[in-house]
C-alpha cells in the first residue's frame, strides 16, 4: 500500500514566498497547514484576500506566530515537514527561526526543516556589505540547525527570476524594461541561475520528503534557467523586435554606486555584483553535501527564461 502523503507546514505563508509553497504543496497532494498572525488577517485585505484563497482550497489554516511556543509545538505535532520563508528583512530572522528550531526539537517528529533561503549559498558567498552581514544570518541559522540535529534540506543558489531582476530584463537600479538603453554590469558574460519561483516551490515540496536530499544543500540550476545577461537581452531584443543600445558599467563604477548611490539602488546592485558579476550562483557544487534539482526532479516541466521572458511582455 502507498504512504500517506507527507503533512506539510508553511510558516510564513502570507509572505512572497511563501504562497508559492503552500500552492506547490496543494498543487503535489499534501494535506498542507499554514500558520498565519491572526492580527495580519484583520489588518491586510490583500493578505485576507490570500488567507480566504488557502481557506478554498482546503488549507488547514493555524493562526499563531512562532512566538507563540505552545501553539506552535501542537501544530508541528500535526504535521512531517516544515517550510519556513519568514524574510531575511526581519532584524530577527535568526531569533524567529531559532524559535522554530526549538519547538521542532520539542515536538520530536517533524521529519525535515527547509529553512528559509532560497538565494545565494550563504555558506559560500562573496557579496559586499551589508548584504554580506544580512545574508550571513541564514548561515548561522544553518550551523543552528546542525548543532541542534535537526533533519533538514537547504534549498539554494538561484535568484527568485519574478522578483526583481526578470521584470526589469537584467538590470539594477531602475523601475522596469529598457525602452531604449540596457545596463549591465559588467561585461554580461558571466552566467547565473534565474528560477521561477512556482519551481523553485516545486522543487523544495518535491526535496522535502526524499531521501537524497536530507542534510543536503539542493542548489537550483535547472539548464533552461541559466543564462548571461547579454543572452537576456538577445532575447528580450528578439521577443519585442527591438534594438537596445547596451550599456556596460564597469566593476569599479558599480562598487562606487553600491557604495555612494542612493539606499534603494544600492541593494539591487550589490544582488547584481555578486549574481550577474561575479557568479555567485554558479559556484561548483560539491557532490558530498551538494545535489541539484533538475537533475534529481527531471520530471518537472520548469519554466525556462525564455518562457518566463514572454510573461513580461
Ligand atoms: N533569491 C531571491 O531573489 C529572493 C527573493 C525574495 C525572497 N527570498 C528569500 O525568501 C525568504 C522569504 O522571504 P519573503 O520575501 O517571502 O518574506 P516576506 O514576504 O517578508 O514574508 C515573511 C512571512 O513571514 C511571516 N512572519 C513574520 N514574522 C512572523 C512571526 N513572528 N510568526 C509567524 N509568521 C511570521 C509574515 O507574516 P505576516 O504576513 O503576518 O507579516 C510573512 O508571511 C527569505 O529567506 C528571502 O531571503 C529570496
Same mark, same amino acid.
Given at each position: 500500500?502507498?504512504?500517506?502523503?507527507?503533512?506539510?507546514?508553511?510558516?510564513?505563508?502570507? =509572505? @512572497? $514566498?511563501?504562497?508559492?509553497?503552500?500552492?506547490?504543496?496543494?498543487?503535489?497532494?499534501?494535506? %498542507?497547514?499554514?500558520?498565519?498572525? #491572526?492580527?495580519?488577517?484583520?489588518?491586510?485585505?490583500?493578505?485576507?484576500?490570500?488567507?480566504?484563497? *488557502?481557506?478554498?482550497?482546503?488549507?488547514?489554516?493555524? *493562526? =499563531?506566530?512562532? @512566538?507563540?511556543?505552545?501553539?506552535?509545538?501542537?501544530?508541528?505535532?500535526?504535521?512531517?515537514?516544515?517550510?519556513? /520563508?519568514l524574510s531575511h528583512r526581519s532584524p530577527h530572522l535568526y531569533e524567529d527561526e531559532v524559535?522554530?528550531?526549538?519547538?521542532?526539537?520539542?515536538?520530536?517528529?517533524?521529519?525535515?526543516?527547509?529553512p528559509s533561503e532560497?538565494g545565494f549559498d550563504v555558506e559560500r558567498l562573496d557579496i559586499m556589505e551589508p548584504a554580506k552581514s544580512l545574508l550571513g544570518v541564514k548561515a548561522r541559522v544553518r550551523q543552528r540547525?546542525?548543532?541542534?540535529?535537526?533533519?533538514?534540506?537547504?534549498?539554494c543558489?538561484?535568484?527568485?527570476?519574478?522578483?526583481? $531582476?526578470?521584470?526589469?530584463?537584467?538590470?539594477?537600479?531602475?523601475?522596469?524594461?529598457?525602452?531604449?538603453?540596457?545596463?549591465?554590469?559588467?561585461?554580461?558574460?558571466?552566467?547565473?541561475?534565474?528560477?521561477?519561483?512556482?519551481? %523553485?516551490? /516545486?522543487? /523544495?515540496?518535491?526535496?522535502?520528503? !526524499?531521501?537524497?536530499?536530507?542534510?543536503?544543500?539542493?542548489?537550483?540550476?535547472?539548464? =533552461?534557467?541559466?543564462? %548571461?545577461?547579454? #543572452?537576456?537581452?538577445?532575447?528580450?531584443?528578439?521577443?519585442?523586435?527591438?534594438? $537596445? #543600445?547596451?550599456?556596460?558599467?564597469?566593476?569599479?563604477?558599480?562598487i562606487?554606486?553600491i557604495e555612494?548611490?542612493?539606499p !534603494?539602488?544600492r541593494g539591487s546592485y550589490m544582488i547584481?555584483h555578486a549574481g550577474?558579476?561575479k =557568479?555567485q /550562483?554558479?559556484? !561548483?557544487?560539491?557532490?558530498?553535501?551538494?545535489?541539484?534539482?533538475?537533475?534529481? @526532479?527531471?520530471?518537472?516541466? @520548469?519554466?525556462?527564461? !525564455? #518562457?518566463?521572458?514572454?510573461?513580461?511582455?
Amino acid at each position: 500500500m502507498a504512504s500517506a502523503p507527507s503533512r506539510v507546514l508553511v510558516i510564513g505563508s502570507t =509572505g @512572497y $514566498f511563501g504562497k508559492f509553497m503552500v500552492d506547490a504543496s496543494i498543487r503535489l497532494g499534501h494535506p %498542507t497547514f499554514a500558520l498565519v498572525r #491572526e492580527s495580519t488577517q484583520a489588518s491586510d485585505p490583500e493578505k485576507a484576500k490570500l488567507i480566504e484563497s *488557502f481557506k478554498s482550497r482546503g488549507v488547514n489554516l493555524v *493562526f =499563531g506566530d512562532v @512566538y507563540d511556543k505552545a501553539k506552535l509545538v501542537a501544530t508541528l505535532k500535526q504535521v512531517d515537514i516544515v517550510i519556513c /520563508t519568514l524574510s531575511h528583512r526581519s532584524p530577527h530572522l535568526y531569533e524567529d527561526e531559532v524559535m522554530l528550531i526549538l519547538a521542532i526539537k520539542e515536538a520530536g517528529n517533524i521529519k525535515r526543516y527547509i529553512p528559509s533561503e532560497f538565494g545565494f549559498d550563504v555558506e559560500r558567498l562573496d557579496i559586499m556589505e551589508p548584504a554580506k552581514s544580512l545574508l550571513g544570518v541564514k548561515a548561522r541559522v544553518r550551523q543552528r540547525i546542525r548543532e541542534e540535529g535537526v533533519p533538514y534540506t537547504i534549498v539554494c543558489g538561484a535568484l527568485a527570476a519574478n522578483w526583481y $531582476f526578470l521584470p526589469r530584463i537584467g538590470q539594477a537600479g531602475v523601475s522596469g524594461p529598457p525602452t531604449d538603453k540596457v545596463y549591465i554590469v559588467g561585461d554580461g558574460n558571466t552566467k547565473v541561475s534565474l528560477v521561477g519561483e512556482e519551481d %523553485t516551490a /516545486t522543487y /523544495t515540496i518535491k526535496a522535502a520528503d !526524499d531521501p537524497r536530499t536530507l542534510n543536503k544543500i539542493m542548489y537550483l540550476r535547472p539548464p =533552461g534557467c541559466v543564462i %548571461t545577461h547579454n #543572452e537576456m537581452v538577445d532575447l528580450w531584443e528578439k521577443k519585442t523586435g527591438k534594438k $537596445f #543600445e547596451r550599456i556596460y558599467i564597469p566593476e569599479p563604477e558599480v562598487i562606487k554606486k553600491i557604495e555612494e548611490g542612493p539606499p !534603494d539602488v544600492r541593494g539591487s546592485y550589490m544582488i547584481a555584483h555578486a549574481g550577474f558579476l561575479k =557568479g555567485q /550562483t554558479m559556484i !561548483d557544487i560539491d557532490t558530498s553535501f551538494g545535489v541539484e534539482a533538475s537533475e534529481l @526532479y527531471p520530471e518537472v516541466k @520548469y519554466a525556462s527564461i !525564455d #518562457e518566463l521572458l514572454d510573461r513580461s511582455l
